[in-house]
C-alpha cells in the first residue's frame, strides 16, 4: 500500500471539518481525521468528556494515541474499516482512506460503548498497565458515555468509509481534470502560437531575419515545442515559446537600429536557452560582461552568428558538448568582445581562409560576412574581428568597436 500523497492536497479541510462535525452531531460519535503518518488534519468532532479528561492525564494519553496508531495500521492491512476497543474499554473505530492503491489518512470515531457481549468479542489495541478503579469523577463521566447498539456501530462505520472516499476520490479526480484541461489549453495556445510564427516565416517581414538567421534553427525549434508539449509540462514549454518569440520580435523590430549590447546579450541568451533545450546538457553557456558595456551602442545582432557559429561548428561536432563563453569588456577607445568555446577546433588552412572574409565562401553561410559588412557601414575600417583557434581545444573570436560612431 502506497502512501505518497498527502489529502491535504485534495480536500477542503474546512468542508470535510463541516461533514465530520454533522455526523458527530447525528449519530453521536467523536470523529477526527489524521493524514498517512496519524497527524490530525481536522479537530475533534464531539470528542467526548470521559476522553478528554482522560488524555489530560499524561500516561493515559500516550496510552491513546498508541490506540489509534494500531487502530489505524490495522484498518491500513484490511483495507476497510477497522473496530476495536481502546485501553480504557471504549469502542472506537478506524476509517482508511485509500485513492488508486494511495493510502491518504484516517477517520478515527468512536468514544462509545455498546452492548456487553459485543464488547467482549472484540479486540483491545493497548493493555492498561494501571488497572485501579476509575476515581469518582471520571467513573461519572464514563457512565455519561453514549452506548450505540454494534449493528449501528458497523452500519455508521461503513457508511463513513464509502462518503469518505467517495469526497476524497472525487476531488482527485477533480483535479486531473482540471489539470488536464489546464494542459489542453496550453497546448491549444502553443498550436495557435505556432501558426501564426509558420505564418510570419512566409510573410516578407522575415526576409530579413532570414538572412541573419538561419531558418533551418526556427523550424527545429518549432519542432523542439511541439515535442515538448506532448512529453513535458506547459511551463517548459511556455519558457521555449517566450524566448522564440522575443527572438522574433527583436528582428522584426531592430533590423536597421543601434541597440545596446544589453539587448544583444538578452537576444543571446534566448537564443542559448533554446539552444540549450535541443542540446540538453551537452551545451553549457555563461556571460561575463562588465557593467559598464551595457549601454553601450552596437550593430543589430553582431554576436548571435558568431554563438551559433560555435555551437553548430564547434560544440556540436564534440560527443559531450561543451562550453560557450561571452565575454565583454571596455578600454579606453573600444569595446571588446570575446566569444570563446571549447569545441572541436578550426583546421589551420581553413581558418586563414575564414579571416580572410572576401576570399572564403562558407563564411556568408554562417552569417560572419553580413556582420562583416554591416560593421564596415557603421564603422568603417575602425573596427576588428580576430579568429583564433587549435584542433581539440577549441575557439575564440575577438571583436574590437569604438564605443562611440
Not at 489529502?7 to 474546512?14: R, S, T
Not at 455519561?144 to 482527485?172: C, L, Q, R
Request: charged share 30%.
Amino acid at each position: 500500500m502506497q502512501s505518497l500523497k498527502h489529502i491535504k492536497n485534495y480536500i477542503d479541510i474546512e468542508m470535510f471539518q463541516k461533514i465530520q462535525d454533522d455526523i458527530a452531531k447525528a449519530t453521536g460519535l467523536g470523529i477526527i481525521t489524521c493524514d498517512y503518518k496519524g497527524k490530525p488534519v481536522t479537530k475533534h468532532s464531539r470528542c467526548s468528556q470521559f476522553c478528554m479528561a482522560i488524555r489530560k492525564i499524561k500516561s493515559c494519553k500516550e496510552l491513546c494515541e498508541k490506540c489509534d496508531s494500531r487502530g489505524g495500521l490495522e484498518a491500513v492491512r484490511t483495507g476497510k474499516p477497522y473496530i476495536y476497543r481502546c485501553h480504557k474499554g471504549l469502542v472506537d473505530f478506524a476509517v482508511p482512506i485509500i485513492i488508486e492503491g494511495h493510502y491518504l489518512g484516517s477517520v478515527m470515531a468512536g468514544q462509545i460503548l455498546t452492548e456487553k457481549e459485543q464488547l467482549e468479542k472484540l479486540e483491545t489495541m493497548v493493555q492498561s498497565s494501571d488497572e485501579s478503579k476509575l476515581e469518582d469523577e471520571l467513573l461519572d463521566l464514563y457512565n455519561e458515555t453514549t452506548v450505540i447498539p454494534f449493528k449501528k456501530i458497523e452500519a455508521v462505520a461503513h457508511m463513513m468509509f464509502h462518503i469518505s472516499n467517495y469526497i476524497v476520490g472525487e476531488a482527485v479526480l477533480k483535479m486531473a481534470q482540471s489539470e488536464l484541461n489546464e494542459k489542453s489549453i496550453k497546448f491549444i495556445e502553443y498550436e495557435k502560437i505556432k501558426t501564426e510564427l509558420e505564418k510570419k516565416l512566409k510573410t516578407s517581414q522575415l526576409k530579413n531575419l532570414q538572412s541573419q538567421v538561419n531558418p533551418h534553427f526556427l523550424f527545429n525549434t518549432l519542432n523542439t515545442i511541439a515535442s515538448l508539449a506532448l512529453v513535458e509540462s506547459a511551463p517548459k514549454t511556455r519558457e521555449v515559446v517566450c524566448n522564440l518569440s522575443d527572438m522574433l520580435k527583436y528582428n522584426l523590430k531592430k533590423v536597421d537600429q543601434m541597440v545596446t549590447f544589453d539587448d544583444e546579450v538578452r537576444y543571446s541568451t534566448s537564443y542559448l536557452t533554446l539552444q540549450k533545450i535541443r542540446f540538453g546538457d551537452r551545451l553549457k553557456f555563461y556571460f561575463d560582461i562588465e557593467e559598464r558595456c551595457k549601454k553601450i551602442e552596437i550593430p543589430f545582432m553582431i554576436l548571435q552568428p558568431f554563438i551559433e557559429n560555435s555551437i553548430v561548428h564547434g560544440l556540436q561536432l564534440k560527443e559531450n558538448g561543451g562550453t560557450v563563453k561571452i565575454a565583454a569588456w571596455e578600454t579606453n577607445e573600444n569595446l571588446i568582445i570575446s566569444i570563446i568555446d571549447d569545441g572541436v577546433g578550426i583546421p589551420s588552412y581553413k581558418l586563414k581562409d575564414i579571416n580572410d572574409f572576401e576570399n572564403y565562401k562558407e563564411v556568408n553561410r554562417m552569417g560572419i560576412d553580413n556582420v562583416k559588412q554591416r560593421m564596415q557601414y557603421y564603422y568603417g575600417e575602425n573596427y576588428s574581428i580576430d579568429i583564433k583557434s587549435k584542433i581539440n581545444y577549441g575557439t575564440e573570436v575577438n571583436i574590437s568597436l569604438p564605443k562611440h560612431l
